[in-house]
């Protein structure tokens, strides 16, 4: 069964019970974060570090490499700029 997010506006595809982070990666995104240090994308795939922090349906600091996304998720950037 596919699973639809919106990302950037964008809907993007995966399967079902696949990662946030997989479904962005599975659709050419390798960053979705900018901090001072440049941009960042998954790094360790298992919720250690925070390199993979987005926003998903209004909440912040959610790890993307551990959340399962959900038919209809609303996945932002943070740290902009």
């Known amino acids: 069964m596919r699973v639809g997010v919106h990302f950037d506006g964008v809907l993007l595809q995966g399967r079902e019970g696949q990662s946030i982070a997989g479904i962005l ?18 790094f360790c795939g298992i ?3 925070q390199d993979c922090v ?6 912040e600091g959610v790890r993307a ?7 209809g998720d609303v996945v932002e950037r943070e740290g902009q700029g």
């Open 25 to 42: 990666l599975s659709n050419g995104q390798r960053t979705w974060r900018s901090t001072g240090g440049g941009d960042r994308g998954i």
């Open 65 to 71: 490499c551990q959340r399962t996304a959900c038919e």
């Open 47 to 49: 919720g250690i570090c």
């Open 54 to 59: 987005l926003t998903v349906n209004g909440v």
